[in-house]
């Protein structure tokens, strides 16, 4: 099933900055090994997940794929059995083998377009296309999707200070964090559920690291892949310059904060600039939800009756003091 990317706001300085151009995306195809995965847990380049692979046909995936360059791909399925057109290109950054089965670390370092399966015994082989943004062409967007990036960076770091101040507050007051949090994270998955022969650990918060930082890991590792790869991967990486892959992983980054569907969009999406947008609507978005949560926890803390125990505190008796 393919997925389109939802039309962007633009605005009008973007769209007179961003003129339409061809967006081709010839390319060699690849055939790989393919580890299926329910679309909500589809990987944004950058992102990684800690797996444990207990089905023999993804340790037979997992040996193959590392004797072979280490790169694979990550197929999505919808709730229907439907296949996701757009696919995370992964390598296998680290792995330990365990008792029963291995612990792996995929990371995404690009995307591919689904052309056709190739078989589905001992595990999928697929065979797969380029899928990758729209090439800058001009220092106008270069310099247009930087101020943009600066914008990204403030405000992811202005969320992660209020999700922290929430937790603080919640805390105080007696109350569960993820509780408040819940509706600000990825929604609920069944990323470990055992028809998928893996489950998922210790999955990370995107606003756990500053979005600075978590670039910079991404782009890292795309650079590693890059020199891991044979040639016939190269068109899958091609951002253009490594300032501008890293302008492309600064949405991808941001989007990856935020719930599946949004982030399947941003993966089938070639077209960095309304990306970006969609980044920056997210971040506003989610700064809005956790002010209107601080002021109803403020509120509510103002209006707690005199006789409420006091954070850390014990109850009061309301007699005379002594």
Not at 45 to 54: I, N, Q, S
Not at 146 to 165: N, P
Not at 294 to 301: I, Q, Y
């Amino acid at each position: 099933q393919h997925i389109s990317p939802r039309a962007g706001r633009a605005s009008s300085k973007r769209a007179s900055v961003f003129a339409s151009e061809p967006r081709t995306q010839n390319g060699p195809l690849v055939a790989l090994g393919t580890f299926p995965f329910p679309k909500e847990e589809l990987l944004l380049p950058g992102e990684k997940k800690e797996l444990h692979l207990y089905e023999e046909r993804f340790v037979k995936l997992l040996e193959t794929t590392l004797a072979s360059g280490g790169l694979a791909a990550q197929l999505g399925f919808t709730g229907m059995g439907d296949m996701i057109a757009h696919a995370p290109l992964v390598i296998i950054e680290n792995w330990v083998r365990r008792d029963v089965g291995v612990n792996a670390i995929l990371r995404c370092v690009g995307r591919l377009k689904l052309v056709d399966v190739h078989s589905a015994e001992p595990f999928i082989t697929a065979l797969y296309g380029p899928h990758r943004d729209i090439l800058l062409t001009s220092d106008a967007q270069r310099d247009f999707l930087q101020r943009q990036r600066d914008e990204l960076f403030r405000l992811h770091s202005e969320v992660r200070a209020m999700r922290e101040r929430l937790v603080q507050s919640c805390l105080q007051d007696g109350n569960d964090p993820d509780d408040s949090l819940a509706d600000d994270m990825m929604d609920d998955t069944d990323a470990g559920n055992v028809t998928w022969g893996h489950e998922l650990l210790r999955p990370e918060s995107g606003f756990a690291r500053p979005l600075e930082e978590l670039v910079g890991a991404a782009a890292k590792h795309v650079a590693l892949a890059r020199k891991r790869a044979g040639a016939e991967f190269e068109g899958t990486f091609a951002w253009g310059s490594g300032e501008d892959t890293e302008l492309a992983l600064s949405s991808m980054c941001a989007i990856a904060c935020f719930p599946p569907a949004t982030r399947v969009l941003a993966l089938s999406s070639s077209d960095g600039a309304e990306r970006m947008d969609r980044a920056l609507d997210l971040m506003k978005e989610q700064r809005a939800l956790l002010a209107a949560k601080l002021t109803l926890a403020s509120t509510f803390s103002a209006q707690a009756p005199p006789d409420a125990p006091s954070p850390g505190g014990t109850p009061s008796t309301g007699g005379p003091a002594s």
